[in-house]
């Protein structure tokens, strides 16, 4: 076979450190796209963005020849910049040391899209850290509470 033909999808999360509340609605309206520049940049596809103010959920379409560290590494560390440029009185915000991914098969792609674009409405209900036990829960993941959150 001449080519490397994939559909590597991905679910990601990732939050503010000690989940401040720092991305205002004002805010994330610049910062998604400036998120998918850098996912593009990266040669990555960002297929949907959404979040509440102390975490971010990204669905994409990943390269086969790229880890998610380098790319997560790449995003966190460009947009941190970014927003200290931009809104110098966020100078104190900082992104989580880790983040979770989880696999996305395709014919889960409408549902996963539809979770990602209803952020907002789904934390009227709930705060980040129920939502990212039950995540890391509902995909099989290992994992002990006690190093979850910092």
């Known amino acids: 076979?001449?080519?490397t033909?994939?559909?590597i999808l991905f679910h990601i999360v990732f939050s503010t450190k000690h989940r401040e509340p720092w991305i205002t609605s004002d805010i994330a309206k610049r910062l998604y796209p400036y998120i998918g520049g850098i996912v593009r940049a990266e040669k990555g596809v960002l297929?949907?963005?959404g979040g509440v103010e102390d975490h971010v959920h990204m669905y994409l379409r990943w390269r086969a020849d790229g880890s998610?560290?380098?790319l997560m590494r790449a995003v966190k560390a460009r947009s941190s910049k970014w927003i200290h440029d931009t809104f110098p009185s966020l100078g104190a915000l900082a992104w989580q040391e880790g983040y979770s991914v989880f696999s996305v098969s395709k014919s889960q792609e409408e549902a996963v899209?539809?979770?990602v674009a209803g952020q907002v409405e789904h934390h009227k209900k709930g705060d980040f850290k129920s939502e990212l036990l039950?995540?890391?829960g509902a995909h099989g993941v290992e994992f002990d509470e006690r190093y979850v959150f910092d």
Request: glycine share 6%.
């Open 68 to 70: 998610v560290s380098d």
């Open 134 to 136: 039950r995540l890391l």
């Open 5 to 7: 033909y994939s559909q």
């Open 113 to 115: 899209k539809k979770y």
């Open 1 to 3: 076979m001449p080519g």
């Open 47 to 49: 297929c949907d963005i």
